[in-house]
């Protein structure tokens, strides 16, 4: 079993920045891809950033240019930085990392996003 916890959420305004944490109950490197989801309320789950166990990195096309995800080995660590924060960006913000066929969530944590 492998834990996944985030922080770092909360409110801001528009305009503004957050960056939100995942930590590993063990080693990222576990995990060929790690991830952030968002859910807004009402919509599905969507993926917004991942980086696999190479380095190679995916986005959102609502977020490219204003997000950027990395990881640090050392603390089994895995950060998305978010910039230049709109109104829709208000979701909930889910960590995951796949390992073999199973997927592993995190609790999610909540940004919220004022005009």
């Known amino acids: 079993q492998v834990q996944l916890v985030e922080s770092g959420g909360g409110l801001v305004q528009a305009g503004g920045s957050l960056r939100l944490s995942c930590t590993a109950s063990?080693?990222?490197?576990?995990?060929?891809?790690v991830g952030w989801y968002r859910q807004a309320p009402g919509k599905q789950r969507v993926m917004v950033t991942n980086?696999?166990?190479?380095?190679?990195?995916n986005y959102a096309d609502s977020v490219k240019g204003r997000f950027t995800i990395s990881k640090d080995a050392l603390k089994n660590t895995v950060y998305l930085q978010m910039n230049s924060l709109e109104p829709e960006d208000t979701a909930v913000y889910y960590c995951?990392?796949?390992?073999?066929?199973?997927?592993?969530w995190g609790q999610g944590t909540q940004v919220t996003v004022s005009p």
């Open positions: 995951a990392g796949t390992m073999g066929r199973q997927t592993y």
């Open positions: 980086v696999t166990r190479g380095g190679i990195t």
């Open positions: 063990r080693s990222m490197f576990i995990f060929y891809v």
